[in-house]
């Protein structure tokens, strides 16, 4: 089939990419011509494992193309993709406005002779958003223009993007039009995951449902894990225990500092505020936040009862992305950690395998930070280790290395990632998360 997609952010590029691996003909639009111009140049915009060979062979044979565009794209697409940004405002709802426009924009360039066309919403959207879009589009287009709307939000875990497109658990399609149904049926016809077809305003509120669950999960265990800190357990173990449960499941119950990322922060807040607005508040999600915001305070809390004050002090810092496998730093939580550091008077030496460059960029930390590629170098002469990010690499370090180079053998796992029995083996003084047992 011939499909448009509007936006190549993170969402827009990999699922784009991803139509054409399967064999649909796709056309991505994005209205930055520099990020056109570096797509047509073979590069890719953003730190995706298997992405760029993705794009690249798939713009080799012709199935993948990019260009600023709206009215090419929806000339060519039977079916248009909405994948545009849908930001936060200032009191947690939704702004709408990239989508609106869009809308508006694909409204101009549909004519009657195009014939029916479908408008998908991926871009994670409040519930009666495509209520909006039919009627925004309704009112742009020319008169015999046939359309209809649908809802398909997308799952992808940055990191893992390629992987859950092409093997997601389940594809979600929701539409109170048939003709547009039938038509994303045949559209992920390739695809071996379960389709789960819904009326229109259930599939939009599947997606803030989902990401709201996996968010309550995080701080679900985060909160057992301070109990478990009070009590003498382990968290982990705890994990462990309730998460062989069918019904429950291990995935997600990895305590820690909290969720960060460009997703969950915000669609909690949406979520919030979208139950608010329709009469039916969600208290449940705003103490999910509480024990979120809490986990960064407890463990700088922690840190302070060892090093006493940050002052004067040397930090080595593993870790900037807001999760493992991305050069992601929004709303990264390892960044909020730095800055709480520094502005309590820390010198900070900072590596990470991906986020240096992008929380040099974007990071807009102040204070004495410096960053290192190598992660036993940012050790050199630092009073204390911290780890903000779970990469598996800060995992399996050498931990007799870590504490040669260590001025003073202080080791603060933010992510449960090292073995208590390890840093005791390398006489490491070791703090973590919910693991207090002695
Ligand atoms: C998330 C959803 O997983 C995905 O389905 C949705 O489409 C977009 O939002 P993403 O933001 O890429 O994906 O990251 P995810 O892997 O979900 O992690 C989110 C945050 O939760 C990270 O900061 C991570 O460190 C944290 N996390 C995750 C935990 O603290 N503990 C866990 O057990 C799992």
């Not at 550091?341 to 930070?369: H, K, W, Y």
Request: net charge negative; aromatic share 8%.
């Amino acid at each position: 089939m011939n499909i448009t997609i509007i936006g190549t952010g993170y969402v827009g590029l990999t699922s784009g990419t991803c139509f054409a691996e399967v064999g649909h003909t796709v056309t991505c639009v994005d209205n930055n011509p520099e990020k056109i111009e570096t797509l047509l140049n073979g590069e890719i915009p953003i730190f995706e494992p298997g992405l760029a060979e993705l794009v690249q062979q798939n713009v080799a044979a012709g199935r993948l193309k990019f260009t600023t565009s709206t009215e090419e794209g929806v000339a060519n697409g039977d079916v248009v993709f909405i994948a545009v940004p849908t930001p936060p405002q200032p009191d947690g709802s939704v702004d709408l406005s990239f989508i609106e426009k869009v809308a508006r924009e694909i409204a101009q360039c549909l004519t009657p002779e195009m014939g029916y066309r479908v408008i998908v919403d991926k871009s994670t959207v409040p519930v009666k958003t495509g209520e909006k879009v039919a009627q925004t589009v309704r009112r742009y287009a020319q008169e015999g223009v046939e359309f209809g709307v649908v809802s398909n939000p997308e799952f992808l875990r940055e990191g893992c993007a390629v992987d859950d497109l092409l093997n997601p658990d389940r594809i979600v399609i929701g539409s109170n039009d048939d003709q547009a149904l039938a038509m994303m049926q045949k559209l992920y016809e390739p695809f071996v995951a379960p389709v789960l077809v819904t009326d229109i305003n259930s599939a939009e509120l599947i997606k803030h449902a989902a990401n709201s669950f996996l968010a309550l999960k995080i701080s679900y265990i985060n909160a057992v894990a301070n109990i478990c800190e009070a009590a003498g357990a382990d968290v982990e173990k705890v994990a462990e225990g309730i998460g062989t449960d069918k019904r429950i499941g291990r995935a997600f119950l990895n305590a820690g500092l909290g969720y960060g990322g460009s997703c969950f922060p915000k669609d909690i807040k949406a979520f919030i505020a979208i139950s608010e607005s329709i009469g039916q508040p969600f208290d449940l999600l705003k103490e999910v936040e509480r024990i979120n915001a809490d986990q960064l305070t407890r463990f700088l809390d922690k840190i302070r009862e060892k090093l006493w004050v940050f002052r004067d002090k040397k930090i080595a810092l593993w870790g900037l992305a807001f999760k493992q496998n991305t050069d992601d730093v929004r709303e990264s939580v390892a960044l909020k950690l730095a800055q709480a550091m520094l502005d309590e008077g820390a010198t900070i030496v900072a590596t990470d395998p991906q986020a240096i460059g992008t929380a040099q960029r974007f990071g807009n930390l102040s204070g004495d930070i410096s960053y290192t590629e190598d992660m036993y170098e940012a050790l050199d002469n630092a009073d204390a280790l911290v780890i903000a990010t779970e990469w598996p690499v800060f995992a399996t370090a050498d931990l007799k290395e870590v504490a040669k180079r260590l001025r003073t053998p202080l080791v603060f796992d933010g992510r449960n990632l090292l073995d208590p029995e390890d840093t005791q083996a390398a006489k490491l003084e070791y703090e973590a998360i919910g693991r207090s047992v002695s």
